[in-house]
T-cell receptor, first 114, second 116 residues
Framework: GAVVSQHPSWVICKSGTSVKIECRSL??????MFWYRQFPKQSLMLMAT?????????EQGVEKDKFLINHASLTLSTLTVTSAHPEDSSFYIC??????????FGPGTRLTVT | GDSVTQMEGPVTLSEEAFLTINCTYT??????LFWYVQYPGEGLQLLLK?????DKGSNKGFEATYRKETTSFHLEKGSVQVSDSAVYFC???????????????FGKGITLSVRP
């Protein structure tokens, strides 16, 4: 149980275009999901907390107009990277919270902007 | 604020060797503690957890004990396998209010390589 999926698993896009990444909790409902960014050989950096039915809470230094988050239902959150640039290339990981504190992570999405 | 400190890596061991990965934390309250594992090209998987002092989390031969007196949660395994090669992250989470704002704070992670 407690499976989280992400789609796509990898994507290549051209500079200036937008890319949408989906995060789904497959066998549980999650009122809260999280989006992380991971650089090579580094830890996860929390970007934002996504709450179903309300606006996302962004961490300091994360541009909310660039990284649009929508938590449309109790099983789906999306991250849209708008006007992507090469520096946005990274590994994006989502998680869904089950209960008060336990998070289950998706397999990640590798974004490459050319 | 909350923080998690992991020992510097990488760590390279021979198969069947004993493993210890140190993790200490700083928190204002009584956090829950976690170890996550990330295999190459994948997301994180919860390896084990402990929610209160003196709890021992265990899974797949790995163990970690929540030590409040030393604010530590060291990960151990008696005999590692090649398949244990991965990145290991220590993390904590404090429940704030109703829990709606609880976040995970991660250590930097440590890469373990096990050679045959």
């Amino acid at each position: 149980g407690a499976v989280v999926s992400q789609h796509p698993s990898w994507v290549i896009c051209k500079s200036g275009t937008s890319v949408k990444i989906e995060c789904r909790s497959l066998d549980f409902q999650a009122t809260t999901m999280f989006w992380y960014r991971q650089f090579p050989k580094q830890s996860l950096m929390l970007m934002a907390t996504s709450n179903e039915g309300s606006k996302a809470t962004y961490e300091q230094g994360v541009e909310k107009d660039k990284f649009l988050i929508n938590h449309a239902s109790l099983t789906l959150s999306t991250l849209t990277v708008t006007s992507a640039h090469p520096e946005d290339s990274s590994f994006y990981i989502c998680s869904a919270r089950l209960g008060s504190y336990e998070q289950y992570f998706g397999p990640g999405t590798r974004l490459t902007v050319t | 604020g909350d923080s998690v400190t992991q020992m510097e890596g990488p760590v390279t061991l021979s198969e069947e060797a004993f493993l210890t990965i140190n993790c200490t934390y700083t928190a204002t309250g009584y956090p829950s503690l976690f170890w996550y594992v990330q295999y190459p090209g994948e997301g994180l998987q919860l390896l084990l957890k402990a929610t209160k002092a003196d709890d021992k989390g265990s899974n797949k031969g790995f163990e970690a004990t929540y030590r409040k007196e030393t604010t530590s949660f060291h990960l151990e395994k008696g005999s590692v396998q090649v398949s244990d090669s991965a990145v290991y992250f220590c993390a904590l989470s404090e429940i704030r209010g109703t829990g709606a704002n609880s976040k995970l704070t991660f250590g930097k992670g440590i890469t373990l390589s096990v050679r045959p």
